[in-house]
């Protein structure tokens, strides 16, 4: 299971796209996603992603993305949009 930092709050979670369990947000903008695609243990080590959710907890937004990163991340959300991944996900959290 994917670790990722939560976009909102900082708390680390599990699952890019899941809700947090701290604070229950889910990521629905691209922007929102993106983030969150880009800060979990895929592409960062633990000790980044939790100087990235202390960085969320001490100003109340993501840590900014450099310009080439975030021009990669954008490239595999695309990737994830396309692929219909992103679909099923939101589909079942409306059923359950
Ligand atoms: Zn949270």
Redesign the pocket.
Known sequence: MTTAV?F??G?L?FGSFLA?D??Q?KPRTDDELIVSLAMSDHYFEKATLESMGQYIKEHGHPPQLDPEQEKVFRRKFEEVKASGVLDKLFQSNEDS
């Open positions: 939560c909102q709050c708390h979670k947090c701290e604070c947000a």
